[in-house]
């Protein structure tokens, strides 16, 4: 379900939080432990994110409970990161043996886990090498300075731009910070690194003007999913393409949030059928385990050579064994398969509130959007107390990332759950 063009250029007012909700979800008084939890958050932690007022023990599938004990369905997942649920009994395996083994022996040495990783993100994306990090942001670093050293070499200390979106997110560091598309998350840090520019998503007539001579790479998300899960065209991405070949630039797919089988395909760059030459990839390549990875052709990758680039952590054997299960556990025959028929029926779902709260349904797989109208903050705390996680990237927009281990009579029930929100959220507040 790609949407058109007219309807998928990002919004305007460049308001979204990120992930962490537009507008605080407050719910109901929390029980005493919860309570406790919240006043030490108040206390001691920098206040850099808008939480809604609920703190876990456990989980196991797609089901979180609460400290008091109340269960949840989880259509946030870590904000599409726990791929295959909580307590995944392969993930806990592996995770627990590798810990016995060893955690940590830094890149001075052959690790066998990342080679494995390595193996199987090669394997799968047609991409040649990998580099490991350990977040998104610092993978898509790994990815600007690869396209910037690269173009030096290949054409001179000029060519040094990068062409991103507006309203694109690639993260917090200055890099990835630099080509994110929002001037609010950037304004207070500047200056920045400099050489980047923005065009509208979705925008192929401003590709065609911004990319030229002194462009190094684009970076772009197929699916804008901070912005609000909006779709790229295929024209648009094409267009990229065709423009990175013709003037030796990087097409770089920021998959952060869409690969590792989030769209129902391994890597979202497969529905658009482009050959990208970097891809950055993390969230859910580790299962909830903190684990980034750049993607790269044999040429590209070669522009980095020791001592350019590096990481402690990046490659850690504890997160490439996480992302080995991952990704074994994805490219089995048929779990795709059920990633989209999952992500089908919530859609059809969600279409079926159309004209009763909700507006639009966009995404693909089990990464969706659904634009209300009505504001989503008061939808989402309905829906937390109604036992279902969801979250509010945008002030309109609530956005639905369960794991892709979802059953479909999860589905169905958090679609039951939604449309009570819905309905409460239309009428005036009871308390
Ligand atoms: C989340 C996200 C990032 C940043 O990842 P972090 O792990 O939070 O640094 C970058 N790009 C996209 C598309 C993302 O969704």
Not at 96 to 118: F, G, K
Not at 151 to 169: L, T
Not at 379 to 395: E, K, M, S, Y
Not at 402 to 417: F, G, N, Q, S, Y
Request: glycine fraction near 12%; include cysteine.
């Amino acid at each position: 379900m790609i949407c058109r063009a007219e309807d998928a250029r990002g919004p305007e007012d460049g308001a979204s939080e990120a992930g962490y909700g537009s507008g605080a979800v407050q719910g109901r008084p929390p029980g005493p432990e919860t309570a406790a939890v919240i006043e030490a958050t108040a206390r001691y932690l920098f206040q850099t994110y808008n939480r809604a007022p609920v703190a876990f023990s456990h989980g196991r599938g797609t089901r979180l409970w609460d400290l008091e004990g109340k269960p949840y369905l989880d259509f946030v997942g870590g904000i599409a990161v726990s791929s295959l649920g909580h307590g995944h009994p392969a993930l806990v395996e592996t995770i627990a043996a590798q810990a016995a083994r060893y955690l940590h022996v830094s890149n001075l040495y052959h690790i066998p886990e990342q080679t494995d990783a390595a193996e199987l993100l090669v394997e799968a994306s047609g991409l040649e090498r990998a580099f490991f990090c350990n977040s998104g942001t610092e993978a898509n670093e790994g990815a600007i300075k690869l396209a910037r050293k690269r173009a030096r070499e290949r054409k001179g200390p000029d060519a040094h731009e990068i062409v991103a979106a507006e309203n694109g997110f690639h993260g917090r560091t200055l890099g990835a910070l630099s080509a994110t598309g929002v001037e609010r998350y950037r304004a207070p840090f500047e200056p920045l690194p400099a050489g980047f520019r923005f065009i509208p998503y979705n925008d192929a007539e401003a590709a065609e003007a911004a990319v030229g001579p002194r462009t190094c790479a684009v970076i772009v998300e197929p699916i804008q999913g901070e912005s609000g899960v909006i779709p790229a065209t295929r024209e648009f991405l094409h267009t990229l393409q065709r423009l990175c070949r013709e003037h030796d630039a990087l097409l770089v797919l920021d998959e952060i949030q869409t690969g590792v089988g989030r769209t129902g395909e391994l890597f979202a760059f497969r529905h658009y059928g482009l050959e990208p030459d970097v891809v950055t990839l993390a969230k859910g390549l580790g299962g909830g385990v903190p684990v980034g990875a750049v993607l790269a052709r044999e040429e590209a990758a070669s522009h980095l050579v020791p001592g350019d680039h590096g990481t402690t952590f990046g490659g850690n054997p504890l997160a490439c064994a996480a992302a080995c299960v991952v990704l074994r556990t994805i490219i089995r025959p048929g779990f795709l398969a059920g990633v989209r028929a999952a992500g089908e029926r919530l859609r059809t779902g969600l279409a079926g509130f159309v004209s009763h709260g909700v507006r639009e349904v966009r995404g693909l797989g089990l990464l969706v959007g659904a634009d209300l109208e009505s504001e989503a903050a008061p939808v989402a705390t309905r829906c937390l107390d109604g036992g279902l996680l969801v979250n509010a990237p945008r002030p309109h927009t609530l956005r639905l990332a369960p794991p892709l281990t979802v059953a479909p009579e999860e589905v169905d029930e958090a679609l039951e759950i939604l449309a009570e929100a819905l309905k409460e959220a239309a009428a005036p507040d009871p308390r």
